[in-house]
């Protein structure tokens, strides 16, 4: 069995296989009739227009969906903050920050209207994430380079951002039973788990606890070395791996690239260029309206790190407010109901007979793109 993805590195490579998907979710799902429907897409930003053509394409002459509005993420997301935050809204600027599947970007947004101009990209996500564990876990103990979405969902559950990697990285050397970072987890056998799991979460959020000075409780790690020392017995019958330092040394790639030999800038210096390709007069706004979105955000202590990150390199006359959201996988689809649902929707909207007189490129102009 095959894996075909119809989108690699966040742009439409393969109409055959959108046009299946498409065709799925709108004909059985949704129970839809494009003709009589409009479609709001988001699209990646810097598409080029050679991909736009083709999904002009795919839209109107395919699918023969009547009207057609392109937005990007950046703009939603900020369109769906505003709703939720007054003072944003009075605003009507922000950063956001999207760490997404294949890129990160940092884009300053101004009266829900993306500045490309002033957009840097990192070409790090969630993927790249992915593919670093699996081959710390496969050189250190089981090959699992074909276990992608195994390697996601321990990615996604014992993965944290560390708040001091050099005092993480003394402790990740210590025993077993004095390691906070040390825990397994259990790949599916088929038979009585289908699904891989963490063995014991308790010990998955041993690092929760530690004070600032990095030191374990004594008192803690004494009262649980009976439960450690039982762990140290294999489970032969379980196919199972431990990590330790791999779990705030995967996330350490969005903030320290250079670090694993990648000649790019880390998330925090990516923030600030795109803040000062800006007029001066919203560099301060931005600064005070950092929006995360992206399922990489989702890492524990993220904007904390972020925090300390752009504190040294920020003017200390700006303020430095990050805004998580609420749920950053989601925040896209929200701000694209807001949108979807407003009184001047219909006139953001390319109709599939303007598309017909006037062709792709033309129409594309309405979008700012």
Known sequence: MTLRRPIDRGYLINTEVQR????????????VDPTNSSLLLV??????????????????????FSSLCVADAPSLVHLYETSRQPLLF???????????????????????????????RMDLGGKALTNYLKELVSYRSLNVMDETLLID??????????????????????????????????????????KGFVKDMDEARRYCSLPADGELDKKDGDSDTNKFEDKKKPELSQNEFALTNERFLV??????????????????????????????????????????????????????????????IVPEDYQVKIIPQENPILGIWRGGSILASSPDFASMCVTKSEYEEMGSARCRRRFFH
Request: hydrophobic share 40%.
């Open 153 to 194: 969902d321990a990615k996604e559950k014992l993965c944290f951002v560390s708040l001091d990697v050099p005092r993480d990285l003394r402790l990740a050397r210590l025993s077993f039973k004095d390691n906070p970072f040390r825990c397994s987890y259990i790949l599916p056998d088929g038979i009585t788990s289908k």
């Open 251 to 312: 996330p350490e790639m969005l903030f320290h690239p250079i670090d694993l030999g990648m000649n790019q800038a880390g998330l925090a210096e990516c923030v600030v260029r795109a803040v000062q390709a800006c007029h001066p007069y919203i560099q301060p706004v931005l600064y005070e309206s950092i929006i995360l979105t992206g399922g990489s955000t989702l890492f524990p202590r993220f904007a904390e790190r972020l925090q300390r990150e752009l504190r040294p």
């Open 20 to 31: 299946e998907v498409w065709e799925r979710v709108l004909r059985n799902l949704l129970q």
């Open 43 to 64: 699209e990646p930003q810097f598409n080029p227009p050679g991909l736009q053509h083709a999904t002009d394409e795919l839209v109107f002459e395919e699918f023969g």
């Open 90 to 120: 009075r605003a009507q600027c922000s950063l956001v920050v999207d760490c997404g599947f294949s890129f990160t970007h940092a884009s300053p947004v101004l009266q829900n209207f993306t500045l490309n101009y002033a957009v840097r």
